[in-house]
């Protein structure tokens, strides 16, 4: 299984990105896909998750600036992310599994892309 992120780089507070990643070597349709994301020093933290119907789960926190979406026939998972702020300057993680809020042990991980917000 390979999980490729792209779409990440060096944005104003305020600002938008667009997040891709790109699957392979996996049954896309029926797996959930999620992003997470990891700043230094701190824990990885799911931000989004979709399932296979299309149904999404956000922590409370970022409802309403994370938006993500996937398209089944290009095996891409993709993440909206609105009105950035700095805090949101992280690692941006893609992620496949069964599960799209709980992070398991036996999740398939992309190498992340690096998202950093100026302020």
């Known amino acids: 299984v390979q999980l490729q992120a792209s779409g990440g780089g060096l944005v104003q507070a305020g600002g938008s990105l667009r997040l891709s990643c790109a699957a392979s070597?996996?049954?896309?349709?029926?797996?959930?896909m999620g992003w997470s994301r990891q700043a230094p020093g701190n824990q990885r933290e799911s931000v989004a998750g979709i399932r296979s119907d299309g149904s999404t789960y956000y922590p409370d926190y970022l409802k309403g600036r994370f938006t993500i979406s996937r398209d089944n026939a290009k095996n891409t998972v993709y993440l909206q992310v609105n009105s950035l702020k700095p805090e949101d300057t992280a690692i941006y993680y893609c992620?496949?599994?069964?599960?799209?809020?709980?992070?398991?042990?036996?999740?398939?991980w992309g190498q992340g892309t690096q998202v950093t917000v100026s302020s």
């Open positions: 070597g996996l049954t896309f349709s029926s797996y959930a």
């Open positions: 992620r496949a599994g069964r599960n799209a809020v709980v992070l398991t042990s036996r999740d398939y």
